[in-house]
């Protein structure tokens, strides 16, 4: 079963509002990070977070990560319609620093 | 610098046959990894290695087989394709030491079994 799993499944919103999605895991990690997929292409990093770390900052990205509850959200602000994309938690675990990815959150920005 | 290409962007095959999706990196990469992608699935770890002459067995492993004789490539192969095998395959790569935690992604193949 997936390590990550975001919510909500979908999103939609319109440019300029905020948008925010969460991931959940299940077991200890060395470090947290969000990616990016635009369609049919490759995944894209964003950002890291590790275990250590409770918030984190990159442009208009904003992480944060709470390991008593075993989650993690990323905040975009002021969304615009290039941000239109499906995002990716992945959990990163275990002395191999293993990768494992959660389902996606699709995100729709509309003009 | 070209980063992690993959080829073929996409491939048929009939039930039964065989193929091997290549993937390559020019960053001296230690870590190497194929991953699936499946609708509502995400992406499952099939197979890594975290240097040459070393593999081991991901998420998803069955139906497939790796090696990794050099640094800059990690071939995936389907010995026997089923239709199950129908997906989109990403390769990933990093660097292995404390600041290579981050996965650099090829641009996929998609691949449909018949």
């Known amino acids: 079963s997936q390590q990550g799993e975001e919510d909500p499944q979908a999103l939609s919103i319109q440019e300029g509002e905020n948008a925010t999605m969460n991931c959940s895991y299940k077991t200890s990690i060395n470090n947290l990070q969000w990616y990016r997929q635009n369609s049919g292409r490759g995944l894209v990093h964003l950002i890291l977070i590790r275990s250590n770390e409770r918030e984190k900052h990159s442009g208009r990205l904003r992480v944060t990560l709470d390991t008593s509850k075993k989650s993690s959200s990323l905040l975009i602000t002021a969304s615009r319609a290039a941000d239109t994309a499906s995002y990716f938690c992945?959990?990163?675990?275990?002395?191999?620093?293993?990768?494992?990815f959660g389902t996606g959150t699709r995100l729709q920005v509309t003009l | 610098n070209a980063g992690v290409t993959q080829t073929p962007k996409f491939q048929v095959l009939k039930t039964g046959q065989s193929m091997t999706l290549q993937c390559a990196q020019d960053m001296n990469h230690e870590y190497m990894s194929w991953y699936r992608q499946d609708p509502g699935m995400g992406l499952r770890l099939i197979h890594y290695s975290v240097g040459a002459g070393i593999t081991d067995q991901g998420e998803v492993p069955n139906g497939y087989n790796v090696s990794r004789s050099t640094t800059e490539d990690f071939p995936l192969r389907l010995l026997s394709a089923a239709p199950s095998q129908t997906s989109v395959y990403f390769c990933?790569?990093?660097?292995?030491?404390?600041?290579?935690?981050?996965?650099?992604f090829g641009s996929g193949t998609q691949l449909s079994v018949l």
């Open positions: 992945a959990t990163v675990t275990g002395t191999a620093s293993k990768l494992t």
């Open positions: 990933a790569s990093r660097a292995r030491n404390a600041n290579g935690e981050k996965l650099f």
